[in-house]
C-alpha cells in the first residue's frame, strides 16, 4: 500500500487482520465470551452426573449461567439448600467438588484452545 508521500508499507492488510482476530478474541462477545461458555456448559454436565438423584429435583436444579468472562454453575430454586447439605456431605455427594476436581483442568483447557484457535 503507498501512501500520499509515495512510501510503501507491505504487509498493512495482514497486520490489520491480525489485529481484528486479537480483539475477536480478548472480546467476552467473541473468542473470550465463547470459551466462558463451553467450559461453564462443559462443568455444568460434569455436575449433573455426579449429582445424586433421590426425586430428581436437586439434579433439575443444576444450571449454568454465562455474561461475557464470567460462567457460573449453580443450583436454583427449592433443591439450593440440599445441594449445600450434599456438598457439605463430602465423597461422592459432593457433585460440584468432584466435577471441579475431575473436569475443572479440561474445562478450563477446552476454554483456553478455544481462544488460541482464534488468534493470528
Known amino acids: 500500500m503507498a501512501t500520499k508521500s509515495g512510501v510503501t508499507i507491505k504487509g498493512l492488510e495482514e497486520i490489520q487482520e491480525a489485529s481484528r482476530k486479537l480483539v475477536y478474541a480478548a472480546n467476552p462477545r ?3 465470551g465463547q470459551s466462558s461458555r463451553y467450559a461453564t456448559l462443559q462443568l455444568m454436565r460434569a455436575v449433573r452426573t455426579r449429582a ?3 426425586t ?3 439434579r433439575a436444579g443444576i444450571t449454568a ?7 457460573r454453575v449453580y443450583v ?11 456438598e457439605a456431605r463430602g465423597g461422592s455427594h459432593a457433585a460440584f467438588a468432584s466435577a471441579y476436581n475431575a473436569e475443572g483442568k479440561g474445562a478450563a483447557q477446552s476454554g483456553i484452545d478455544i481462544i488460541v484457535g ?3
Request: hydrophobic share 40%; aromatic share 14%; glycine share 16%.
Open 30 to 32: 467473541g473468542a473470550l
Open 76 to 86: 436454583q430454586g427449592p433443591a439450593a439448600e440440599y445441594a449445600q447439605y450434599e
Open 56 to 58: 430428581g429435583a436437586y
Open 52 to 54: 445424586h438423584v433421590l
Open 118 to 120: 482464534a488468534l493470528p
Open 65 to 71: 449461567s454465562y455474561d461475557g468472562a464470567v460462567g
